[in-house]
């Protein structure tokens, strides 16, 4: 009964919250898109913009992971859900003030929207763990792939509706202010619907003190582990590919479109999340093919799947938008499409194969991993932009970077299929 009643309200809630996450990022950048276009900012100012917000997101779930992890094993995971949800939207309102006390000073709301989306971070932090880990509390071992796979379904079609309507929003009425209430009213009513869900078992026993000490333990443990070092390769493989292309989107977008024959003042963030479109749908269809194609720890074709999402990455750097604008979104589908198959038996792996007690702390440090990656990602465009590299120079570069990263899954060696990842020992133990 609780299994049955939890699954749906988790998805209903992991859509809101995503939606949310989306739509406000888009409308904070929105006003960055005709800055450009206008000529009164740089490309390197959008993309430091770009860069800062991605930045502040990210951080907490490097510096709080051993705390998250620690949360989300003391506490029901279903009081994590909430708590991260009420966070959001607090920071939510933490930026709203900023926009209300400077309306015509960018400079100065700047801060206040930094500052909140910061807090907005935080509440993502602490329920990341709880999204996934709660997955094998609440759904049989044998459809964890297929739960994962719709997880990460919603997820992204979250990510794609809330980039487009953030964007379309802020294209309407040039005013951040509709768009943080309504970013609000879509965390608020995540809210609703993780109150409705039943509470999941706890460890009581675990404790912050030792917490810190554990999550260095288990970090080298996991790390040093044959087959799990490899899973968190292949996940931070995806999510360094992600930040690197999703920070070059908007540059590249630009230059794309114009070279399709658009003029650059009538571009709008609703063109351009056209293109994130087509991204977001493949990585969609490939989350669903993974649960088909794929039983619980089959990671056979993870080496395949990064090469050829290198290969379309190296496609969007060579074709530009000469081509037209539907062949550059077939192959932005192609992209997503093995990403999307790259990620999903991944995470059902990593989550069937860790140690169950220890469950919350071992998605921590793969959300760990993964935001260590996308801070690397954001920084490998910031460091090629800085170099003068044009954004379809930028995609050159990833390309040959998830080449050699998947050169490195091939070298990894082999390890069977098997039971939990043993963790390190608690000090004095044998």
Not at 164 to 177: E, I, P, T, W
Not at 327 to 354: D, K, T, Y
Not at 402 to 427: N, Q
Request: hydrophobic fraction near 55%.
């Amino acid at each position: 009964m609780s299994a049955r009643r939890n699954y749906p309200l988790l998805l209903a809630g992991q859509f809101l919250g995503a939606f949310g996450d989306n739509f406000l990022l888009a409308a904070i950048l929105g006003p960055l898109t005709f800055a450009q276009s206008a000529g009164h900012i740089t490309e390197q100012q959008v993309n430091a913009q770009n860069a800062l917000f991605s930045a502040v997101f990210f951080l907490p779930f490097i510096l709080l992971a051993p705390l998250a992890g620690f949360l989300n094993d003391r506490f029901p995971k279903t009081t994590w859900l909430a708590g991260g949800n009420l966070l959001k939207l607090l920071g939510t309102a933490l930026g709203l003030c900023g926009i209300l006390l400077h309306p015509t000073d960018a400079a100065a709301n700047l801060p206040w929207q930094v500052a909140g989306y910061t807090v907005v971070g935080i509440g993502a932090c602490v329920y990341s763990p709880a999204k996934y880990g709660i997955l094998p509390e609440i759904v049989a071992r044998e459809r964890l792939v297929k739960a994962n796979g719709t997880v990460e379904m919603l997820t992204l079609v979250a990510i794609l509706s809330g980039l487009g309507g953030g964007a379309m929003l802020y294209d309407r009425v040039r005013s951040l202010v509709p768009c943080y209430l309504a970013a609000a009213a879509w965390y608020g009513l995540a809210l609703f619907f993780n109150g409705l869900m039943r509470r999941t078992p706890h460890n009581a026993a675990a404790r912050l003190r030792t917490s810190f000490t554990d999550f260095g333990r288990d970090l080298w443990a996991l790390v040093r582990h044959v087959r799990m070092g490899r899973i968190l390769l292949g996940c931070g493989v995806f999510w360094f590919a992600g930040a690197a292309m999703r920070n070059n989107l908007q540059a590249w977008g630009l230059v794309v479109f114009e070279e399709a024959g658009v003029a650059l003042d009538k571009i709008t963030n609703t063109n351009l999340t056209l293109l994130k479109v087509g991204m977001a749908l493949g990585i969609v269809a490939g989350s669903l093919l993974a649960g088909k194609l794929h039983r619980v720890g089959d990671l056979t074709w993870t080496r395949r799947y990064g090469w050829a999402m290198a290969a379309a990455v190296l496609g969007l750097g060579l074709l530009g938008g000469t081509p037209g604008l539907a062949v550059v979104v077939g192959v932005l589908v192609a992209a997503g499409v093995f990403a999307g198959l790259l990620l999903v038996p991944l995470n059902a792996a990593l989550q069937s194969e860790a140690n169950p007690e220890r469950l919350g702390k071992t998605i921590a440090i793969q959300n760990f991993v993964d935001y260590c990656a996308m801070l690397v990602g954001a920084g490998f465009v910031g460091a090629l932009t800085a170099a003068d590299a044009s954004p379809r120079a930028v995609f050159l570069a990833l390309a040959a970077a998830l080449g050699l990263l998947a050169l490195a899954l091939k070298f990894s060696k082999p390890a069977p299929l098997a039971g939990p990842v043993p963790v390190a020992p608690e000090p004095g133990a044998p």
